[in-house]
């Protein structure tokens, strides 16, 4: 049974850019989750999807950033004209049932984004 | 809003050794608490799960204790290893929402 995947592993971009990172959750898992760890910093939660659903969006950036969990393929997060300060890793996570209190999160190896 | 703490910040033993992180969080209105391990480049890997019921879990050389009143967890690592060198990431959620709230780690060197 495949991990959570995250892809690509690394991300550069011009400021200005779009950066799309994609996150597959685990085989079975609805739930999906975006955090994101800024140099030094701790992960910090951005969004908690379910399948064509935002639940929670109450850590992401009110302008630029977007997030999409489509019935079919992988969870999108989007970032749109893209700024140094959004130089981070992305990390993704999937549970098979909702909520973090209901089940452990299972977290992929993250998309590293570089904005020059 | 919850505040995880993780001290120290960074440790090296060398082998052989046994040892402790700390993990303090400000509210005690906890559902679970996690631990993790980040190898350097890639993601993380759950160590740990405590629900806010429970007082510990173990598995293998790895034991982690909740005490939920006063806010705090430790992970005590037993005869460490060189293998065990990486960042451990304490991770709270709690009993309404649905994220977890990170420490930002303790980076552990074990030295051959």
């Given amino acids: 049974n495949a991990g959570v995947m995250q892809n690509p592993r690394h991300l550069v971009r011009r400021r200005g850019q779009e950066a799309r990172l ?95 | 809003k919850q505040e995880v703490t993780q001290i120290p910040a960074a440790l090296s033993v060398p082998e052989g050794e046994n040892l402790v992180l700390n993990c303090s969080f400000t509210d005690s209105a906890i559902y679970n608490l996690q631990w993790f391990r980040q190898d350097p480049g890639k993601g993380l890997t759950s160590l740990l799960l405590i629900q806010s019921s429970q007082r510990e879990q173990t598995s293998g050389r790895l034991n982690a204790s909740l005490d939920k009143s006063s806010g705090r967890s430790t992970l005590y690592i037993a005869a460490s290893q060189p293998g065990d060198s990486a960042t451990y990431l304490c991770a709270v959620s709690a009993d309404t929402g649905n994220q977890f709230y990170f420490g930002t780690g303790t980076s552990l060197t074990v030295i051959p």
Wanted: with cysteine.
């Fill in chain 1, 22 to 116: 994609r996150c597959s959750p685990m085989k079975g898992h609805s739930h999906v989750y975006w955090y994101r760890q800024l140099p030094e910093e701790g992960l910090k939660f951005m969004v908690y999807l379910q399948k064509e659903n935002i639940i929670d969006e109450s850590g992401m950036p009110k302008e630029r950033f977007s997030a999409e969990f489509p019935k079919e393929g992988p969870s999108i997060l989007r970032i749109q004209q893209v700024v140094r300060g959004d130089s981070a890793a992305y990390f993704c996570a999937s549970s098979l049932r909702s909520g973090a209190f209901t089940d452990t999160q299972y977290f992929g190896p993250g998309t590293r984004l570089t904005v020059l």
